[in-house]
């Protein structure tokens, strides 16, 4: 079973930055795409950054390109966000994803707040 | 990118009712297309995927259909556990997704 735990959400202040994780389980992590995507307070889902099994390839939304990176660690199957310069805009739940044969596997989120 | 427009953004609707939600997509998509159903506080959860097949576990009140650049999702007999917030996605190049219909109970 398919299963994505997301980690290092929290409280930062606007121009800050912050460091989301996600463990794998359960699935070829090496074999597979893997996203993050957010969905602001009382918003709709947004896909944020996806990256190729190798790393050769990485892709963003335009509104974070410059400011996040996206990674991972096949070894250690996880997942990695670094966003900086940090926005108001930027604040949500934050979810690591999986599309895999048109499904999209969702972790719980790590929430991510920007203070002024 | 493709961009999704769902409509209605919010329905009232009775339990028992049957219901359809609509989704049209700013370009053709094939069938990589999907529905997402998120309730409060949760993560979104898969519906429907590739257009027309019914994730596991979900109820045959579900139905997914259309192609191209419309998609319907349909609900048959509405129960409580129904109420919630449907996504539409498409997953041909980059995913996006619809802005949401509500579903609130009348």
């Given at each position: ?102 499904i ?13 | ?26 370009q053709?998509?094939?069938g ?12 979104p ?9 019914r ?13 191209g ?38």
């Amino acid at each position: 079973e398919v299963q994505l735990v997301e980690s290092g959400g929290g409280l930062v202040q606007r121009g800050g930055s912050l460091r989301l994780s996600c463990a794998a389980y359960g699935f070829s992590f090496s074999r597979y795409w893997m996203s993050w995507a957010r969905q602001a307070p009382g918003k709709g889902l947004e896909w944020v950054a996806k990256i190729k099994p190798d790393e050769s390839e990485k892709y963003y939304v335009d509104s974070v390109k410059g400011r996040f990176t996206v990674s991972r660690d096949n070894a250690e199957e996880s997942l990695y966000l670094q966003m900086n310069s940090l926005r108001d805009d930027d604040a949500a739940v934050y979810y690591c994803v999986l599309l895999l044969q048109g499904i999209t596997y969702w972790g719980q989120g790590t929430r991510v707040t920007v203070s002024s | 990118e493709t961009v999704l427009t769902q409509s209605p953004a919010t329905l009232s609707v009775s339990p028992g009712d049957r219901v359809t939600l609509s989704c049209r997509a700013s370009q053709s998509v094939g069938g990589n297309f999907a529905w997402y159903q998120q309730k409060p506080g949760q993560s979104p959860r898969v519906v429907i995927y590739d257009t027309s097949t019914r994730a596991t576990g979900v109820s045959a009140r579900f139905s997914g259909s259309g192609s191209g650049t419309e998609f319907t999702l349909t609900i048959g007999s509405l129960q409580s556990e129904d109420f919630a917030v449907y996504y539409c996605q498409q997953y041909d190049g980059w995913p996006t997704f619809g802005q949401g219909t509500r579903l609130e109970i009348k």
